[in-house]
């Protein structure tokens, strides 16, 4: 399964794209507010690749980002409502994390049954928190030392998106990043 927009191909992960996303997973400025930290080598990034192929074989709805045939991160829902997305550092500000996490949400509201999507971010995170309310995100909590993180507590804001009542390619018209 493939999705197209303006600039991007959303596609599955394959076991090719190790090298690829270790580039993504090693970053620390791309893993500041992520769950884990940064992959300390490749043998890391394949378990997280296995666990996501696995998860996509049983349902999961991730895809890869990938722009002038490069794989330059990823979106989706490991586990339907939750949604998240990663993008290497060389593509912030250019919008295409918006642009992604828009087709990802028409993919998934037009194709699954789910009623919502929901985020948890970190709430040091404003670039994610902003494009999240672009998106139509809606604050519905906070908590706080949610997870550890190598020697750092992080705390959550919970965010949730409902189906849209309207068609489900709302989520892709233009949008100034």
Do not use: Q
């Amino acid at each position: 399964m493939e999705i197209r927009t303006a600039r991007l191909l959303l596609r599955r992960p394959r076991p090719d794209d190790l090298e690829p996303l270790y580039s993504i997973m090693s970053n620390p400025l791309a893993m500041r507010y992520w769950s884990t930290l940064p992959h300390a080598n490749t043998d890391v990034t394949r378990i997280w690749l296995d666990a996501k192929l696995a998860r996509n074989a049983a349902g999961g709805e991730d895809f890869l980002i990938v722009y002038e045939g490069k794989v330059i991160g990823e979106v989706g829902a490991s586990r339907l409502p939750e949604f998240g997305f990663i993008l290497h550092p060389d593509f912030w500000g250019r919008g295409m994390a918006y642009e992604a996490a828009s087709a990802f949400l028409s993919h998934a509201f037009s194709t699954t049954n789910t009623p919502e999507v929901t985020a948890d971010v970190d709430p040091r995170n404003h670039a994610s928190l902003d494009l999240l309310a672009r998106l139509g995100f809606v604050e519905t909590g906070r908590a706080a030392r949610t997870f550890l993180l190598g020697d750092e507590w992080c705390d959550s804001v919970y965010l949730r998106l409902a189906r849209p009542s309207g068609p489900s390619d709302m989520f892709t018209k233009p949008h100034s990043p």
